[in-house]
């Protein structure tokens, strides 16, 4: 091992040695990645839906709103939290529950994975999901059927909000939790490496569903547009046919459903 790949490891190594040894029981549990994603929705959104509630009383925020004549009310920011708790206790938790009686959790590695490794293997899983989703949302929308059963439930809201980026149907939450799951383990990727990528999902979703365009969005900055954000995903609640991909935009520039305000 040379110096550089050391160095990545030993600066993870601490964090991970702490983990294991104050918290090892808790984060091999089935139910801390569950546990994670739901409490990242929440402090992920909490902040956006104070400044949905401040509304036009904070010029600063209310500005940068995409959809300004379409403000999310307290009942549809509480539909959409209880939506959530509903999916996670009578989907969620007894899927998790049966899992672990069929496959007990295995022990955690003692090594942590080096920053490069780490980077890497996110990037990897968050782009196979991409993939996977596109499909599955391109598919929804175009069988009548099956948008009206399973995904008509994440566009009863136009104008979306930081909250009902998890107002979906048991079945489509379900779906977006298996490959979460499943494309780290599939993908030979360290345990840090799925509970990273676990939340930095749940943000992006967040951040997709915010309604606000601020300058410092992420899109903004990303390299020839890539990543879509907020106003690619707004732009999709209002034109379902365009803006298929959940967090890149390579899918659709390459399919031509890509639209742009």
């Not at 989907?91 to 890497?120: I, K």
């Not at 899918?251 to 459903?257: P, R």
């Amino acid at each position: 091992m040379n110096s550089s790949t050391s160095s990545q490891h030993l600066i993870l190594q601490p964090f991970w040695d702490y983990l294991l040894t104050e918290f090892s029981s808790s984060v091999n549990s089935p139910v801390f990645p569950v546990l994670l994603a739901f409490s990242g929705y929440v402090c992920f959104s909490f902040p956006f839906a104070v400044i949905d509630m401040m509304g036009v009383q904070c010029h600063f925020f209310y500005q940068y709103k995409i959809q300004k004549n379409k403000q999310p009310t307290i009942r549809m920011m509480t539909v959409c939290i209880w939506k959530a708790v509903f999916n996670h206790v009578i989907y969620v938790f007894p899927t998790v529950f049966l899992n672990w009686l069929c496959m007990p959790p295995v022990s955690l590695p003692v090594s942590a994975p080096s920053v490069c490794t780490l980077l890497g293997e996110v990037l990897g899983c968050l782009l196979l999901f991409d993939l996977q989703y596109f499909i599955w949302h391109v598919l929804h929308h175009k069988n009548y059927w099956l948008y009206k059963k399973v995904h008509a439930v994440h566009h009863e809201y136009v104008a979306p909000f930081s909250w009902s980026s998890q107002n979906l149907s048991g079945y489509e939450l379900m779906t977006v939790g298996f490959w979460s799951t499943m494309n780290p383990i599939q993908l030979g990727c360290h345990p840090l490496t799925s509970w990273t990528c676990n939340l930095l999902s749940i943000w992006m979703s967040v951040d997709d569903h915010i309604g606000y365009d601020f300058p410092w969005s992420l899109h903004r900055i990303f390299p020839l547009g890539l990543y879509g954000g907020a106003l690619a995903h707004d732009l999709h609640h209002q034109k379902p046919g365009t803006n298929f991909s959940p967090f890149f935009r390579h899918w659709d520039i390459i399919c031509g459903t890509s639209c742009s305000m």
